[in-house]
């Protein structure tokens, strides 16, 4: 179960955590990253976040996210 809650600000900006109650295996975990760098809707999704301008292969990006931090958490 997961929830977002309003953490207090104190005069800062306001943030918002996630709260889960379970955590996700590592195995489960890269393989939903791996159907979602191969899902277009995702990618257009990311893209769009992207300055235009900016020459970006998010396939080889996330191999090295993939194999340089994801895998050793």
Do not use: W
């Not at 939903?32 to 995702?42: A, E, G, R, T, V």
């Amino acid at each position: 179960m997961q929830s977002v809650a309003q953490l207090p600000t104190e005069g800062k900006p306001a943030t918002l955590a996630m709260r889960c109650a379970e955590t996700l295996p590592q195995k489960q975990f890269l393989q939903n990253m791996d159907l979602k760098m191969n899902d277009s809707d995702f990618i257009q999704d990311i893209s769009a976040l992207l300055k235009p301008s900016l020459v970006y292969d998010i396939h080889a990006s996330y191999q090295i996210v993939r194999s340089q931090i994801l895998e050793k958490i």
